[in-house]
């Protein structure tokens, strides 16, 4: 099975594994305290909320965004983690790639980038707004197809051995 397959398996699973009854309290627990503020702030519920982010096609990748904020959650009382939970109990059902692409999210972190350059369609180099340090190349296929010169995005860039990819969940942010 290829390394992408892999990836896609892995994070079908873990996304299972959410559902579990253990984990549904904490992850809506996260995912309230998302859209929570925004809620109060624009006077709307939830519900409301979610079918106007869905109307304008935001809804996948905000829920992209709130499921890997869960995923790399360090979770009272005792620091617990899905993934951590995930691949002790199940974790011999990945292989090799799949893990280690759990694990990379899991020690993600989500931050501001600006496109600094752009090859659509197959990479784009980027400049962390928030954290600094050097321009990253970031490959990536669909993800760039889209993108111009000095956008922002809310992205979790994973690394393996000086390669960068995106996680699944990428927000654009307006320069205003």
């Known amino acids: 099975m290829g390394k992408r397959n892999d990836t896609d398996k892995a994070i079908r699973n873990i996304m299972n594994w959410a559902d579990r009854p253990e984990w549904l309290d904490d992850r809506n627990s996260v995912f309230d305290a998302h859209l929570a503020p925004v809620c109060e702030h624009?006077?709307?519920?939830?519900d409301e909320l979610l079918q106007e982010l869905t109307d304008h096609g935001y809804d996948g990748m905000l829920f992209g965004i709130m499921f890997e904020d869960f995923l790399s959650r360090r979770l009272p009382p005792d620091d617990r983690n899905i993934i951590d939970d995930y691949l002790k109990r199940?974790?011999?059902?990945?292989?090799?790639?799949?893990?280690?692409y759990l694990q990379q999210l899991r020690d993600s972190v989500l931050s501001l980038y600006e496109v600094i350059a752009v090859s659509p369609g197959k990479h784009c180099d980027l400049r962390d707004i928030v954290r600094g340090g050097d321009v990253i190349r970031?490959?990536?296929?669909m993800g760039t197809q889209n993108m111009a010169k000095w956008d922002r995005i809310a992205a979790r860039v994973l690394g393996t051995h000086g390669t960068y990819?995106?996680?699944g969940g990428i927000l654009p942010i307006p320069q205003e």
């Not at 624009?42 to 939830?46: A, E, K, N, T, V």
């Not at 199940?90 to 280690?100: A, N, Y």
Request: positive net charge.
């Open 90 to 100: 199940r974790g011999w059902r990945e292989s090799v790639s799949g893990r280690r």
């Open 165 to 167: 990819q995106f996680s």
């Open 138 to 141: 970031v490959h990536e296929h």
């Open 42 to 46: 624009i006077d709307i519920g939830q």
